[in-house]
């Protein structure tokens, strides 16, 4: 059965620390990972990963796949109030279809 | 810019209420899906659209039903609406085989 499971399930950090959110998948014809970050409303898109060990950035985000061990990393360095959301990640297998699979996401909270 | 929009951000039913949940692109994406986003249990695909007038169940299709009548508009119906049906609701639309993009979602609460 295809699954994301992602690690923690939620986060307390102050503001300028290092995170690292982890997601792990199992899926039928893998295609994609994504990230997403949800704030009060919907998910907004931040990363496609489809490749293992090319990093993507982002300012201060970054993110990487290894499709051997069948998970990915996103990093977030020196933390601010404003990163405090929830963090999904997604997994697009090659299918007939665009099906998605979101893991339950990681809460976030950055604490002056 | 996508732009994905819902009717309504804030709706309260009542237990058995028909209800229609209309989500507009306005992008030309060929497919179109509905999600619903409980704590602890993530984002879980209830039926999607890759074509006007074609539809699949995803995940947890039981209970809801959708129309897609002309490529922008995707709506999901609640036949006759339950408690357990309270939950936040967010529409995506994308290109073939592209990123998802989402509209800003609609809470319902069903009393």
């Known amino acids: 059965e295809d699954k994301v499971v992602q690690s923690p399930l939620s986060l307390v950090v102050h503001e300028g620390d290092t995170v690292t959110l982890n997601c792990s998948y199992e899926v039928t014809n893998f295609r994609s990972l994504l990230w997403y970050k949800q704030e009060k409303k919907a998910p907004t898109f931040l990363f496609m990963l489809t490749s293992s060990g090319i990093e993507k950035k982002s300012g201060r985000l970054s993110s990487i796949l290894d499709k051997k061990e069948l998970f990915s990393i996103l990093n977030i360095t020196a933390t601010q109030t404003g990163d405090s959301a929830i963090y999904l990640c997604?997994?697009?297998?090659?299918?007939?279809?665009?099906?998605?699979?979101f893991g339950p996401g990681t809460s976030l909270s950055v604490i002056p | 810019d996508v732009k994905v929009t819902q009717s309504s951000r804030y709706l309260v039913k009542r237990t058995g209420e028909k209800v229609f949940l209309e989500c507009v692109q306005d992008m030309d994406h060929e497919n179109m899906f509905w999600y619903r986003q409980d704590p602890g249990l993530g984002l879980r695909l209830i039926y999607f659209s890759y074509d006007v007038k074609m539809k699949e169940k995803g995940d947890i299709p039981e209970g809801y039903s959708v129309s897609r009548e002309k490529k922008e508009r995707f709506s999901l119906i609640l036949e006759s609406a339950s408690t357990n049906q309270t939950s936040m609701y967010l529409c995506?639309?994308?290109?073939?085989?592209?990123?998802?993009?989402f509209g800003p979602g609609t809470r319902l609460t069903v009393l």
């Open positions: 997604a997994v697009e297998g090659v299918t007939s279809y665009d099906k998605v699979i």
């Open positions: 995506a639309s994308s290109v073939l085989r592209d990123t998802q993009y």
